[in-house]
């Protein structure tokens, strides 16, 4: 022993020889710095897309709006993007270049051989729709940065303390106000605790951390709009998701505004959650403001309570194309769905284009470069993580949890179910509540490949528990420091 600290947490806690010996982490870290840099170089300042566009309006105006939580607009002013667009990209993608050296410290933690940690971490680091979607002025590289920071707040540390589930807590609230569907996962972690055998003062902890950001936000929602709330058209969102299959047959209790929404064309020629959220000839334009919105969101529970079926199977069908390769996609705009680079930096091409207009919806001059520009069209095509990746990534998980669980070497799978369920949990949330959209599956790429290496490491050495006449056992480095460590 040399005394030399420990590079990245080393699971023996040994010092390393040589920094060299983290080189899969260089590779990585240096294809993902290249294929950013290229992107930088090509699209000036940023994609921009219709939510982009919709995001910067938020934050012009510094009002929270009515249809999502106003937290990635937030962002975009407090990176200083009114000053300059660019700023957003730059800084989504240094968080996820930081969110690869800490996934890497993790693995390593738990006895992950470097090539190992390395290649769980190639897709977050290489994948082309990754990186154009970082590019772009969209929440999805700020969800993935807060919700990935919850979790790794409960596992990296050797000792998680009430401060640290605080902080997690924090992160997560955060990331509910970048996209709402962040707070359910609230449950998931306290699910996790509980495994964990967590002390009560760690749950109250987390919750009091995720509460803190949400209420002081419910307040400025109230200041602005007069009512507690994140935001107000949930009911547009859950009636555009049900809309398309609904049946009112069977359907007793409808008001006669929710009646008028009835309809009786066939659910196949229907239009999609788009259509009915957001298009000037969609009936939910007869119901606008709060409390159409109420009416909308009724007359949605009401059929779906009745006829549960068709919207399980809607739910199913839209979750498949994320992990099943030539899965039917239904009712969506597939252009729409791409989130590529485009060919030019004039013309839109599903809808992405360079960035136009500042944050004030000035005018500004988009620079497009003909040359990296065109390699990442090129890059694109190859390098995209395929569905059949995550179908099997999500295989190894499940098998390697149900081994452990005939097994009784349940202690260090609770690690990778935590970060394996919320990986596939939000896919399931966002296909139940919305449709198929590429962008709901954004986290796979991070989540998926770590959380199937700590499945396969946490079957490979966890021990059984030790019988309750046996001494304490000292807790082993390379396990889960919630689940390891007894917090009585």
């Not at 396969?456 to 309750?468: G, H, I, Q, S, Y």
Request: proline share 7%; net charge neutral.
């Amino acid at each position: 022993m040399t005394g030399r600290p420990a590079l990245l947490g080393s699971p023996n806690g040994a010092p390393l020889r040589s920094f060299l010996t983290e080189w899969p982490l260089l590779v990585v870290l240096g294809a993902a710095l290249t294929v950013r840099t290229i992107a930088v170089a090509a699209y000036r300042p940023a994609l921009l897309s219709p939510d982009g566009t919709s995001y910067l309006v938020i934050a012009d105006r510094l009002i929270p709006g009515i249809h999502r939580p106003a937290g990635y607009s937030l962002f975009l002013r407090g990176i200083g993007a009114g000053h300059d667009l660019i700023a957003a990209p730059l800084v989504q993608h240094a968080m996820v270049l930081a969110l690869i050296v800490a996934l890497y410290a993790l693995l390593r933690r738990r006895a992950a051989a470097p090539w190992l940690a390395g290649l769980a971490l190639v897709p977050l680091a290489i994948d082309a729709r990754q990186v154009a979607i970082e590019h772009m002025i969209l929440s999805e590289a700020l969800f993935l940065t807060l919700v990935l920071a919850a979790l790794l707040l409960l596992t990296l540390p050797r000792q998680v303390s009430p401060a640290t589930c605080a902080a997690a807590g924090l992160a997560l609230g955060l990331a509910g106000l970048v996209r709402s569907t962040g707070l359910p996962l609230l449950a998931v972690l306290v699910l996790f605790l509980v495994v964990a055998r967590a002390r009560w003062v760690l749950h109250l902890a987390l919750v009091a951390g995720l509460v803190l950001p949400v209420g002081a936000y419910a307040l400025w929602y109230l200041s602005e709009h007069g009512v507690v709330a994140l935001s107000q058209y949930d009911g547009h969102f859950l009636y555009g998701r049900v809309a398309g299959f609904a049946d009112c047959r069977g359907v007793d209790d409808l008001t006669p505004q929710e009646a008028t929404l009835c309809e009786t064309t066939d659910a196949g020629v229907r239009g999609n959650a788009t259509y009915y959220v957001w298009a000037a000839d969609s009936p939910a334009q007869d119901f606008r403001g709060v409390r159409g919105d109420a009416v909308l969101g009724s007359f949605a529970r009401k059929v779906l309570l009745a006829h549960p079926g068709p919207w399980v199977r809607a739910t199913v069908r839209d979750t498949l194309p994320y992990f099943v390769p030539g899965a039917p996609i239904e009712g969506t705009y597939l252009c729409d769905m791409s989130y590529r680079f485009p060919p030019s930096g004039v013309d839109a091409d599903c809808f992405v284009y360079v960035a136009n207009q500042d944050l004030s919806a000035n005018s500004t001059t988009p620079e497009y470069a003909e040359g990296p520009g065109g390699f990442l069209q090129g890059y694109q095509k190859f390098l995209t993580t395929p569905p059949l990746v995550f179908g099997l990534l999500t295989l190894v998980v499940a098998a390697c949890s149900v081994v452990a669980l005939v097994r009784r070497r349940w202690r260090g799978q609770a690690e990778a179910l935590l970060f394996g369920v919320i990986a596939v949990g939000l896919v399931v949330l966002a296909s139940a509540t919305t449709m198929y959209d590429v962008r709901y599956g954004f986290q796979l790429v991070a989540m998926l490949p770590v959380a199937a290496v700590l499945a396969v490491l946490a079957l490979r050495t966890d021990r059984p528990a030790p019988a309750p006449d046996d001494p304490a056992e000292e807790p082993v480095e390379q396990t889960a420091s919630l689940v390891a460590v007894r917090t009585s």
